[in-house]
């Protein structure tokens, strides 16, 4: 089955910084690749995804890129705010028997401080 | 406009209760989900469904049944807790089909505690 790894599992950045987090896939038939941001308390919500027919998409301060090549992807937020402080799941969505299911990544938290 | 809700929010167990958690969604989605999520493991997916009267076996289906008697609801049960079984649980739904945005919603979570 997929196998998504995910890093850094802790992130730390100053306000107005840059942060990316990194992850990779083990299944190249994978075609989808949504981002998720949890908050304290709350369940994970879609932030932004990319298809495997795209290699970059961006919607504001965040961006995803994707390398089907070397099967990975990453999310990059720039000008980074307190209410970005979260913890953020990558996922990668495969072809399995009669449902396509999500594999997540183990986490990263992120922490913006002033 | 609720999504996806799940009840109850919180629980605590002695070993060897039972219990069902319950997942209700509002979008008329087709597939449906319940993961649970433990600290540095991410979310696990325990069992699915693709439709109203069908489950399937997720990466961690031991010690939980399922069941999909409405199209709008998915139950989560537990025969016989046991410690291992404390986490957090997450319901999710979406649409059916792979030309669909494929976005999964998930609910605000059950907080399970097994003593």
């Known amino acids: 089955g997929e196998n998504v790894e995910q890093h850094p599992s802790t992130l730390s950045v100053q306000e107005g910084d840059s942060a990316v987090i990194k992850c990779t896939y083990s299944d190249s038939a994978s075609n989808y690749f949504p981002w998720y941001k949890q908050e304290l308390g709350k369940g994970p919500q879609l932030i932004i995804d990319i298809r495997s027919n795209v290699g970059e998409k961006k919607d504001q301060r965040i961006a995803v890129t994707l390398n089907k090549t070397a099967k990975h992807f990453s999310l990059h937020i720039t000008e980074t705010q307190p209410e970005d402080s979260a913890v953020y799941f990558c996922?990668?969505?495969?072809?399995?028997?009669?449902?396509?299911?999500?594999?997540f990544g183990t986490g990263t938290r992120l922490q913006v401080t002033l | 406009n609720a999504g996806v809700t799940q009840t109850p929010k919180f629980r605590v167990l002695k070993t060897g209760q039972s219990m069902t958690l319950l997942c209700a969604q509002d979008?008329?989605?087709?597939?449906m989900y319940w993961y649970r999520q433990d600290p540095g493991m991410g979310l696990r997916l325990i069992h699915y469904s693709v439709g109203e009267g069908t489950t399937a076996k997720g990466e961690v289906p031991d010690g939980y049944n399922v069941s999909r008697l409405k199209k709008q609801n998915f139950l989560l049960g537990l025969e016989s807790a046991a410690p291992s079984q404390t986490s957090v649980y997450f319901c999710?739904?979406?649409?059916?089909?792979?030309?669909?945005?494929?976005?999964?919603?998930f609910g605000a979570g059950t907080r399970l505690s097994v003593l």
């Open positions: 996922a990668a969505l495969g072809l399995t028997g009669t449902a396509s299911k999500l594999t």
């Open positions: 999710a739904s979406r649409n059916k089909g792979l030309s669909s945005k494929n976005i999964q919603y």
């Open positions: 979008m008329n989605h087709e597939y």
